[in-house]
């Protein structure tokens, strides 16, 4: 067969990449007609960002930190500050800054800067792999769309069960009547 066959058979496809979750297909000039549809770009159901570039936006501070260190618990700087600033961020979208700015309210500064600490290992290079490890989690769970709740009948027996309830009450109930034969 010839290879041309398939190149006129089959008219192109191009994707396109549309941030926060839209792909548009676009098909070649014969065909004009684009189609939008929702998908999941992640196993996670929404758009995680590039966690490597993100802590390359963070800036990282030590101080002498308050826990166990042993004889250099005064000498040596082990507790690690995260500074990230989220509206200044390049790698993160428009929609997810709003998001995270709207998540993460009680955490972030006047100045719009998120800061997290580690102080819990004794050198500094752990404190430093927790914080990241702290950061990712945060924006990660922070990023996650809240999923809808599907409202649901009661089944026919839990619905038997509470009339059968109902009228055990209402005769308990009823014999309180405080009517006495005398």
């Given at each position: 067969m010839n290879r041309d066959f398939f190149k006129r058979a089959v008219p192109p496809v191009i994707l396109i990449y549309r941030p926060f979750s839209y792909i548009r297909f676009y098909v070649s000039p014969e065909f004009t007609k684009s189609v939008s549809l929702p998908i999941h770009l992640s196993q996670k159901g929404y758009m995680?960002?590039?966690?490597?570039?993100?802590?390359?936006?963070?800036?990282?501070?030590?101080?002498r930190s308050s826990g166990s260190g042993g004889q250099k618990v005064n000498k040596v700087e082990t507790k690690v500050l995260l500074s990230f600033d989220i509206s200044n961020s390049e790698i993160l979208s428009d929609a997810q800054k709003k998001v995270l700015a709207e998540k993460l309210r009680n955490r972030i500064s006047k100045e719009g800067i998120l800061q997290l600490t580690s102080e819990t290992e004794r050198s500094q290079l752990m404190n430093r792999k927790a914080v990241i490890r702290k950061f990712e989690n945060l924006i990660e769970r922070a990023l996650q769309p809240v999923k809808k709740r599907k409202s649901?009948?009661?089944t026919a027996a839990s619905v038997k069960k509470r009339l059968e309830r109902k009228k055990q009450i209402s005769e308990k109930k009823k014999n309180r009547g405080g009517r006495f034969e005398g």
């Amino acid at each position: 067969m010839n290879r041309d066959f398939f190149k006129r058979a089959v008219p192109p496809v191009i994707l396109i990449y549309r941030p926060f979750s839209y792909i548009r297909f676009y098909v070649s000039p014969e065909f004009t007609k684009s189609v939008s549809l929702p998908i999941h770009l992640s196993q996670k159901g929404y758009m995680a960002p590039d966690f490597e570039k993100l802590i390359g936006e963070c800036s990282f501070a030590t101080a002498r930190s308050s826990g166990s260190g042993g004889q250099k618990v005064n000498k040596v700087e082990t507790k690690v500050l995260l500074s990230f600033d989220i509206s200044n961020s390049e790698i993160l979208s428009d929609a997810q800054k709003k998001v995270l700015a709207e998540k993460l309210r009680n955490r972030i500064s006047k100045e719009g800067i998120l800061q997290l600490t580690s102080e819990t290992e004794r050198s500094q290079l752990m404190n430093r792999k927790a914080v990241i490890r702290k950061f990712e989690n945060l924006i990660e769970r922070a990023l996650q769309p809240v999923k809808k709740r599907k409202s649901t009948r009661p089944t026919a027996a839990s619905v038997k069960k509470r009339l059968e309830r109902k009228k055990q009450i209402s005769e308990k109930k009823k014999n309180r009547g405080g009517r006495f034969e005398g």
